[in-house]
């Protein structure tokens, strides 16, 4: 909003587009979730310990919800920012 704040090192990244998302990804020997791998991972987290709608008004600490884990234990899964997942599902070759 047309200020400049210092990067944060304990937030959560914000301000990066599909490209730059999927490019670190690579860089980190990773890949980008298909959404159907993001939506089981974050099946059973709890909303009421999230940050939704930026209600600290911005993003919280990476860990600040440790407490409140998906069904399989992943952790922040709910707010914040949005979040990239793939085009592609892995091993399914491109038409």
Same mark, same amino acid.
């Given at each position: 909003m047309g200020e400049r704040h210092?990067?944060? &090192?304990?937030?959560i990244v914000v301000h990066v587009d599909y490209e730059q998302a999927q490019a670190f990804a690579r860089w980190a020997g990773k890949r980008l979730p298909t959404e159907f791998e993001w939506e089981a991972a974050a099946a059973g987290a709890d &909303?009421?310990?999230a940050n939704l709608d930026h209600?600290?008004?911005?993003?919280?600490?990476?860990g600040a919800y440790g407490d409140a884990p998906s069904g399989i234990g992943a952790v922040q899964m709910l707010?914040?920012?949005w979040e990239?997942?793939?085009?592609?599902? &892995?091993?399914v070759p491109r038409l």
């Open positions: 210092e990067i944060d &090192p304990a937030r &909303p009421q310990r209600l600290a008004f911005g993003t919280t600490s990476a707010g914040d920012v990239w997942t793939s085009m592609r599902v &892995p091993g």
